[in-house]
């Protein structure tokens, strides 16, 4: 009963979207139509936004709580908890297990499309009535579009007769605390971006471009954009220790689709900065948001159509396929139709000069479109190759290594130039001072950690002095502005925490690139095998049990110079409700490296010998570091109190001296 | 320099940027393409020599065999065979009887030596690729029958 009063809640959403996507744009469409509307009648249309975004959140919650209680109650007369549940399953996946799906993680995207609904209906009180009703109908008309999606083609509803006695599980790749968090967080990356968006279409029904505009999508933006990253860097996280063979970053389809928003996103929240405080780039900014949320939906495209084979795409039926590519081009179509018809009319824009900030913001948002256009062409080229019948390919990851790096090293160079210029019109030779502390500083850093790790070469060293300069210019730049009085804005933290995030997660992966180590051995008890510094001995294998599988676990001693510095636990798992084994890598995190163990199969041979994956893996805990500063500095300066102040009041205490930067 | 003068270098610049990016990037795309090939494509020599690409079909039941860290095994589209070797740790859903996909290159002897043997998340699965070459055989098979 109650699983259908949550089917039911659904169709209810659908109506009050439809009416939230649709009756507030009615009311704001301008003086002289629509003249036979009642004024009074038109103007509650326009209050009607806010209170239909409550309430469409509140059923959609309704649903999402409903099959959350059918998944936590083992009711195997729903079809999805049976394909996607098991009773054996601990409570934390069970939970988990709703978005382990195509339907759940579908109503996932909608339950947080009505969250991030919610906050801008809530928060913005401030705003003109007519703005917050644009933006909160463009989201509803989204919500529509995904609500018809799910109840056309991927109902999470629909019951089995007679119910199955026990669920098929989850896949166990899925049985992981990386799971619980990774999809939501994404989610809230790829469906905060649709805020940017509606904001940026909003602004174009209004045919005003303005400094409001851009001051009130910032942090929305910021926070989406934070999501994502941390969305991205845990679920390549999760690769690193479930995939069991150490890979971080495949440049898998399916990490392309969520890499590409995130790219845009960024060139995004930095031409947002320039279009709020010199008002110029507003085309730009408009694009850039409209291209940031078309990238988002591509990415749900290519991961939950099927289209790619991967643990994301749960199923291929071709009537969703169709349904999101045609959504999709009916959201693109529509807002670049918008784009040429009114852009023209409101983005004029000052001229700016060839040395300024501006100009070098402008430079690296370009790289970073070039860049996500680079991505793009390698992951669609063969999905339409194939699609045309013209023969199989896939375009490798070095491709993706060959082009993404080069486009990478002049983007993080100008970083430090960009963040020092002035506004509007700067000299060279005026920052030049402050170019040199970090400059000699990074030659020093990516020597010594060369010199440490005992091998050089050219592109170790750039990637190194890179990462040096941008986190020694960061360092410089706090020291002096903690220097001089003053309140200091979030946004400044935020800025600079980003971008020092940024140089440890270059450092990193240049670090990893370069010195790991991987070697796969066959080992009987008692062997031992010698990688870097450290020494790895087989002790022993025993058989262990879990809640709901069967595992054998190695046990790997790890010396250095003779002493043992960790035992380490690798297993090959066998669920019971599943036929193929899952490999539990066992990591050593240390400061500047990870040790990594996975154990393979039983080799056939007179002594039982095991294979083994022993790798070696330095820097990669600066990866993670690097991510989690940039998520801080992220939320920092989302968190900046001019956002949460009147304009007028903010504009007064926006400060100081054009070295300090606004991230 | 005018106003003008600047615009119209920043535009230039902006431009032999764009090219040399557009070079770079459709250089390495050009090589890092990898094309699919299956058995009976690569029987019939229509495989690169000296070129990585993949292959995909069926292990064939019975042909695994380990010497080392090596495997050695028959990648089949019931039609024609390669036997593939591999140095490393096989993915935890290789198995004989199940679809494979595989790239590496060809030796001087017609042997495809593996660089990388395809892991894929779902018991179920069936590669895309090694689907498609059964099934391009398969269709072979049925149109040959069919011939008067």
């Not at chain 1, 643990?311 to 784009?339: C, E, K, M, Q, Y």
């Not at chain 1, 400044?492 to 997660?505: D, N, P, R, V």
Request: hydrophobic content about 55%; overall charge neutral.
């Amino acid at each position: 009963m109650l699983v259908e009063l949550g089917h039911f809640a659904l169709m209810l959403a659908l109506l009050v979207a439809l009416l939230q996507g649709v009756l507030p744009l009615l009311a704001t469409l301008g003086e002289g139509r629509l003249t036979w509307i009642p004024l009074d009648l038109r103007s509650g249309w326009l209050h009607l936004a806010r209170s239909c975004t409550f309430v469409q959140w509140a059923l959609v919650g309704f649903a999402f709580l409903v099959l959350e209680w059918a998944f936590l109650h083992n009711d195997f007369s729903v079809a999805y908890v049976v394909e996607h549940s098991n009773s054996l399953l601990p409570a934390p996946y069970q939970f988990a297990a709703l978005w382990g799906g195509h339907e759940g993680s579908l109503l996932l995207w909608v339950f947080l499309l009505g969250f991030w609904s919610s906050a801008v209906a809530f928060f913005s009180r401030s705003l003109p009535l007519t703005m917050v009703a644009r933006v909160l109908a463009v989201m509803g008309l989204i919500s529509f579009g995904f609500l018809c999606f799910i109840l056309t083609t991927s109902d999470p509803f629909v019951r089995v007769f007679p119910p199955a006695m026990e669920g098929h599980d989850l896949n166990p790749l899925l049985q992981d605390p990386g799971l619980v968090i990774h999809p939501p967080m994404l989610y809230m990356g790829y469906v905060g971006m649709s805020v940017a968006f509606a904001f940026a279409i909003a602004a174009l029904l209004a045919g005003r471009l303005d400094a409001a505009w851009a001051r009130w999508s910032r942090p929305w933006t910021v926070i989406a954009w934070t999501f994502l990253s941390l969305g991205i860097g845990l679920g390549s996280w999760w690769a690193y220790y479930e995939l069991g063979w150490g890979g971080w970053w495949f440049w898998d389809p399916v990490e392309n689709a969520s890499l590409m928003p995130w790219l845009v996103g960024t060139a995004l929240i930095h031409s947002l900065m320039v279009t709020e405080k010199r008002g110029t780039f507003k085309a730009w900014t408009v694009l850039l948001a409209i291209a940031a949320f078309s990238l988002s939906l591509l990415g749900t495209f290519l991961v939950r159509s099927g289209v790619l084979t991967s643990v994301h795409a749960f199923a291929s039926d071709p009537a969703r396929g169709i349904f999101i590519l045609v959504f999709l081009a009916l959201v693109v179509g529509s807002s670049l139709t918008l784009f040429a018809w009114r852009a023209p009319q409101v983005a004029e824009g000052g001229w700016v000069n060839l040395v300024s900030r501006e100009t070098f913001l402008l430079v690296n948002s370009i790289l970073m479109c070039v860049a996500t256009l680079a991505v793009l062409l390698g992951t669609l080229y063969p999905l339409v190759i194939d699609a045309l019948g013209a023969g199989k390919l896939s375009v490798g990851p070095p491709y993706f290594n060959l082009v993404f790096g080069p486009i990478m090293v002049p983007l993080v160079f100008i970083m430090v130039p960009g963040s020092l210029l002035r506004w509007r019109e700067a000299k060279i030779k005026d920052i030049l001072p402050s170019l040199v502390f970090p400059g000699l500083g990074a030659c020093v850093v990516s020597g010594g950690l060369c010199w440490a790790m005992g091998h050089a070469s050219f592109g170790v060293l750039a990637g190194f002095w890179l990462g040096a300069w941008v986190a020694l210019a960061g360092v410089q730049q706090m020291v002096l502005r903690l220097k001089r009085p003053g309140r200091i804005g979030g946004s400044f933290w935020g800025m600079q925490l980003a971008h020092l995030g940024l140089a440890i997660l270059v450092m990193g992966v240049t670090g990893v690139r370069s010195f790991e180590v991987e070697r796969d051995v066959r080992m009987g008890v008692g062997d031992e095998v010698q990688i870097a510094d450290y020494t790895f001995r087989l002790l022993g294998l025993q058989d262990v049990k879990g809640p709901n599988y069967e595992a054998v676990r190695a046990r790997v001693q790890v010396l250095k110079n003779g002493q043992q510095i960790k035992l380490m636990l690798p297993e090959k798992r066998h669920y019971y409700s599943s036929a193929m084994p899952m490999t539990e890598a066992a990591i050593d995190s240390g400061f500047l490296q990870d040790l990594y163990v996975s154990l393979g199969d039983a080799l056939p041979g007179n002594t039982p010998q095991w294979s083994l994956r022993v790798y070696y893996k330095p820097f990669v805990p600066w990866m993670w570091a690097g991510v989690l500063v940039m998520v801080l500095g992220g939320f920092l300066a989302a968190l900046d109190r001019r956002y949460r102040v009147k304009p007028s009041a903010a504009s007064a205490e926006d400060d100081v001296s054009p070295h300090v930067a606004h991230a | 320099m005018t106003k003008r003068q600047k615009k119209f270098m920043l535009i230039a610049v902006g431009l032999a940027l764009l090219a040399c990016v557009t070079a770079l990037v459709l250089n390495a795309f050009q090589s890092n393409l990898v094309f699919f090939f299956t058995p009976t494509q690569v029987f019939a020599g229509e495989a690169p020599k000296a070129r990585a690409f993949r292959i995909g079909g069926m292990v064939k039941t019975g042909t695994l065999v380990q010497v080392g860290m090596t495997h050695a095994f028959v990648v089949t589209d019931n039609e024609r065979e390669v036997s593939v070797s591999f140095t490393g740790l096989l993915p935890d859903l290789f198995k004989e009887g199940r679809g494979v996909v595989a790239q590496g290159e060809l030796d001087a002897s017609g042997h495809f030596v593996a660089s990388q043997v395809l892991a894929k998340h779902d018991e179920n699965y069936m590669p895309p690729e090694a689907q498609h070459a059964m099934d391009a055989a398969a269709l072979r098979r049925a149109s040959q029958t069919l011939k008067p």
